[in-house]
């Protein structure tokens, strides 16, 4: 009987051998293209945020724009202008205000429709 035992156990020790040395090399394996879908090049021209294809949290470092005006945002775009932004229909004075304020930490680049759609660009799906 206590042979047996003595194998059960070491059995289940070679399969948790196994288990975690195949995490480790799938680990290994991953590519950071894996994680990381867009490049800061797709939301960012020259330092500035690009309204019209950054994500939702990038409006974060931003007082009073995350999340209910970043989404606002989002779901307007595309913008043939930075100034467009302060004609979105529903804006209530404090926000225009403070999309004034901000103005100058935006551009509106040239909108890439397939690249980022629009619940990728409200919800990625990771946390930074």
Not at 25 to 51: C, R, W
Not at 83 to 95: S, Y
């Amino acid at each position: 009987m206590q042979w047996r035992s003595l194998w059960q156990r070491l059995g289940t020790l070679a399969l948790l051998i196994c288990l975690c040395v195949g995490l480790v090399a799938g680990a290994a394996q991953a590519d950071e293209s894996d994680v990381k879908l867009y490049s800061s090049s797709d939301i960012e021209i020259d330092g500035k945020i690009d309204i019209n294809n950054t994500t939702l949290r990038k409006y974060r470092k931003f007082p009073g724009m995350y999340p209910t005006l970043a989404r606002i945002l989002v779901l307007n775009a595309p913008y043939a202008t930075t100034e467009d932004i302060l004609k979105i229909p529903g804006l209530t004075p404090a926000q225009i205000a403070r999309l004034e304020e901000n103005l100058p930490y935006f551009v509106a680049g040239p909108y890439q429709e397939g690249a980022n759609p629009l619940y990728d660009r409200i919800n990625k799906g990771y946390y930074d």
